[in-house]
Structures are given as structure tokens and as C-alpha cells.
């Protein structure tokens, strides 16, 4: 039995993983994506790391909750919209059963509470600074799903950040309430009492709260990550994790919150165990979804182990150095600068190495990022003529050394430090005073961005 055992798994393993999935098709591609999927959220469930960016992401939310919904709630009400945060609050409790409703009207007296204008300079720039501060950390663990290590620059934190929670409100209200306008017009209710229109207007009203959620978990997977995420990707992740969702609110409403078991435990904390079990839930769904829309974008990253993007120093040199050739041929040839999504899309890369190669780089003194563009872009810092091959290599080769940790801290070992010295040596004789303008002019056209 256990002889079979293994060969089954053996076979399943080498059905699922040996072959590369851009390469299959039919419904072999389908099937073997999703056991893939399955395969790898339930590996990164397993260890821990979702589950602890879901718990972080939960006492986070405790504590920004009512400021987010106060700033909100206050941009609303100079739009005369306010009134339509209450059912969205309401709705997100409705899993907590009866007691949902009474924690929704608590919060929501806390907001009408917060009187913005009277908090002062101090107070309004603290109540902003917790609602930004909720959206970094939401920011952070979506960057640690798709192997992002550094977050948005301050400035683009500040102004992006701002304009979903100031702007976007405005829209999805807006939105809505256009929507149901259309709808209780004299034209709309006609149509709807000739079939099958009002057969299908009915289904409709049943699946537009599937709908919503699903877009609004798309725009999520678009806008946090500091990463380009294609639409399609997103679009699947954020269906996924809406259908998950809203299956999972009737599921938590029906057999969860509806125990009585909890209140036999936990008494009158009851409610506030299930508000957090219901938080972790939601969070867990969100970053399910967005590891879904990873995988979708890069399928070749689904391994039998978790790819760590660490690059070898012969990597980081070859890496560097085509950055180095792209931006200084579009420089020379007077074509529009390179940014940085279109340098992951034509290295075909995760934007993880990339960024770290450019940043080697900038620090080196060799690119300089302009901000007058957005996105940024990146040029060269001096005439590509004066950049000499062997000078960039050997700073490459210098990047991550500081006055606490370099060579010349190391004790001196006569044999090693010769073959060092040789091995720069070569490199110099090698490349002699070849620059960057040659590797260029050496090399085949570019195409276009």
C-alpha cells in the first residue's frame, strides 16, 4: 500500500509540476494552474506568513477604523452622501448576525462623534496620519506577496493615499446612487414588468452585490501592490476572492455567529471575538486574492518550493549592466526615457531584482531617477561616452559594502588578496577602455517601449 502511495504521488508530482504551464493547453493548462494554486496558498498558509499579515492587518484595522471612516464620512457629508456610508457598514457586519447591527451603530456614533473642524492643525494631521498609516501596512503585506521590499516614496504614499480616501468615496457613491436613479425611473420600471427583463433584473439585484465587491477587490489588486498588476490579473484574483467573500459571509452568518456556543464561552465579549474572527477572515480572503492575481501574472514563479528572488553576483552584474545598456541607448538615440515598468516588462522579471539592480546603480552614481514624469523615469548621470564597462562592473561588485562592512575590514590573506587583484586585473585588460556609448553602438536596435 505504502509502495502505491508513493508512485501515486510521484506520478501527481510530476503531472502537476515538470512541465512549464506556458507551454500546456486545453484544459490540461486549467487544470494543472488550479491544483497549482491550490498547492501553493495552502503552502503559504501553512507557513504562517499570510496568516500573520491577516492578524497585523486586523489590529491595524481596530485602531483606524474610525478615523478612516470620520475622514471619509466628513467628504461625504460636503457632498450630501453621507447618509450612504451606514448601509456599506452595515452590510460589512451583517455575517455578525443581530449583534452586527449594534456594533455598525456604535461605530457609527463614534464617527458623528469626531467633529473634524474642531480637532485643530495637530489633531486633523494625527487623525490623517492613521488613516495613511493603515493604508502602508495594507501596502506592505500586499508588497510582501509579490516580493516587494521597499513601499511608495513618501510623497507618492501622501498624494496616492489621499486620493483613494478622499476622492474614491465620492465615485463609488456617485456611482450607486446614479445607478439606482436609473433604475426607479418611469422607463426602468416598464421594462421591468415585460418578461424576461424583470425575471432578469430580479437575478440581476442578487448578483450585483457580488459584483461590486469583486470590482472593488480588482481596483485593490491594481492600487496597493508597489508593483504594475495587469488587469486580467487582478480581474481573476478579485473574482475569486469576491465570490470567496461573499460565500464565506453567509457561511460565517449561518453556522458561526448564529452559535450560541461563543456567547456561553465568551459572554458579552462574544460579539467582539467574532468582529475579530470576521476582520481576520476578510483580511485572510484579500491576500488570498491577491497571491491568486500573482500567480496569474507569473505563472513560470509556481514551484514545488517559494521562489526567493536573491541575486547571484553574476546576476546582479548581468542585470545592472542590461539596465545600464537600455537606458543609455534610448538616451542616445534621443527616444523617451525608460521608467520602470516598462524595464520589468522588456527584462520579463518580478519588479523585486529589478528595483534592486537600479538602486545599485543609482547609488553608484551611474543612473539618477527624474521625477518630473509620471512614472518616474531614469537617466544617466554622465555622457554614456565617459562611462566606462570596467568601472561599472567593478562597482557593481562593490554595491552593499559600507565603512562597517567592506574588504578592506577583512584580515589581510597574501594568497586570496592576489587572486582578487588578479581577477580585477583581467577584467581591466579585457575591457580595456571600452564605454557604454560602444556597448551600445555594438549592439542590435531596441524596440520600441
Given amino acids: ?114 467633529q473634524v473642524g474642531v480637532l485643530g492643525s495637530v489633531g486633523f494631521a494625527l487623525l490623517i496620519y492613521t488613516v495613511i498609516a ?10 510582501f506577496v509579490w516580493q516587494i521590499d521597499h513601499l511608495r516614496s513618501l510623497s507618492q504614499r501622501f498624494s496616492n493615499y489621499l486620493s483613494v480616501i478622499l476622492i474614491g468615496p465620492v465615485l463609488v457613491f456617485s456611482a450607486l446612487g446614479l445607478t439606482a436613479t436609473i433604475l426607479h425611473t418611469e422607463l426602468a420600471q416598464k421594462l421591468i414588468t415585460i418578461e424576461p427583463l424583470g425575471t432578469l433584473v430580479v437575478y440581476s439585484g442578487k448578483l450585483i452585490p457580488y459584483l461590486l465587491v469583486c470590482m472593488a477587490f480588482t481596483f485593490v489588486y491594481i492600487f496597493i501592490p508597489n508593483t504594475r498588476v495587469q488587469f486580467r490579473a487582478a480581474l481573476v484574483g478579485g473574482v475569486i476572492a469576491g465570490v470567496l467573500w461573499e460565500t464565506t459571509g453567509w457561511g460565517f452568518a449561518t453556522f458561526i455567529a448564529s452559535s450560541s456556543k461563543y456567547a456561553a464561552i465568551y459572554s458579552s465579549f462574544a460579539i467582539l471575538i467574532m468582529l475579530l474572527i470576521w476582520l ?37 552584474e548581468q542585470l545592472a549592466l542590461q539596465v545600464m545598456y537600455l ?48 512614472p518616474p523615469v531614469y537617466l544617466p548621470v554622465h555622457d554614456i561616452g565617459t562611462m566606462h564597462i570596467a568601472d561599472l562592473l567593478a562597482d557593481i561588485r562593490k554595491a552593499g559594502e559600507s565603512r562597517f562592512l567592506n574588504v ?20 581591466r585588460d579585457t575591457l580595456g577602455t571600452r564605454t557604454l556609448k560602444d556597448l551600445v553602438l555594438s549592439g542590435t536596435p531596441v524596440p520600441d517601449q
Fill in 1 to 114: 500500500m505504502r509502495q502505491k502511495f508513493q508512485e501515486l504521488r510521484t506520478w501527481f508530482a510530476a503531472y502537476v509540476w515538470e512541465d512549464d504551464l506556458r507551454h500546456l493547453g486545453g484544459l490540461r493548462k486549467v487544470l494543472v494552474f488550479v491544483l497549482r494554486v491550490l498547492h501553493m496558498l495552502l503552502r503559504e498558509l501553512l507557513g504562517g506568513q499570510l496568516n500573520l499579515r491577516a492578524m497585523s492587518l486586523v489590529y491595524t484595522t481596530l485602531l483606524s477604523l474610525v478615523p478612516l471612516l470620520a475622514v471619509s464620512f466628513s467628504v461625504l457629508k460636503g457632498f450630501g452622501v453621507h447618509t450612504k456610508i451606514e448601509p456599506l457598514l452595515y452590510n460589512f457586519m451583517m455575517p455578525l448576525g443581530p449583534k452586527g447591527i449594534e456594533v455598525a451603530d456604535r461605530i457609527i456614533s463614534f464617527v458623528e462623534n469626531v
Fill in 134 to 143: 493603515l493604508l502602508q501596512k495594507i501596502e506592505a503585506a500586499f508588497n
Fill in 280 to 316: 481576520y477572515i476578510s483580511w485572510l480572503i484579500l491576500l488570498v486574492g491577491s497571491q491568486i492575481a500573482y500567480f496569474v501574472q507569473y505563472p513560470k514563479y509556481m514551484t514545488l518550493h517559494r521562489v526567493r528572488f536573491a541575486l547571484s553576483n553574476r546576476l546582479r
Fill in 327 to 374: 537606458v543609455g541607448y534610448n538616451h542616445y538615440f534621443n527616444r523617451p526615457p525608460w521608467n520602470f515598468d516598462a524595464l520589468v516588462e522588456r527584462l520579463d522579471l518580478p519588479g523585486e531584482p529589478v528595483h534592486r539592480a537600479i538602486d545599485v546603480l543609482i547609488d553608484a552614481g551611474y543612473l539618477i531617477e527624474v521625477g518630473g514624469e509620471d
Fill in 408 to 427: 578592506e575590514q577583512l584580515e589581510a590573506i597574501e594568497a586570496v588578496d592576489r587572486v582578487m587583484s588578479d581577477i580585477g586585473d583581467v577584467c
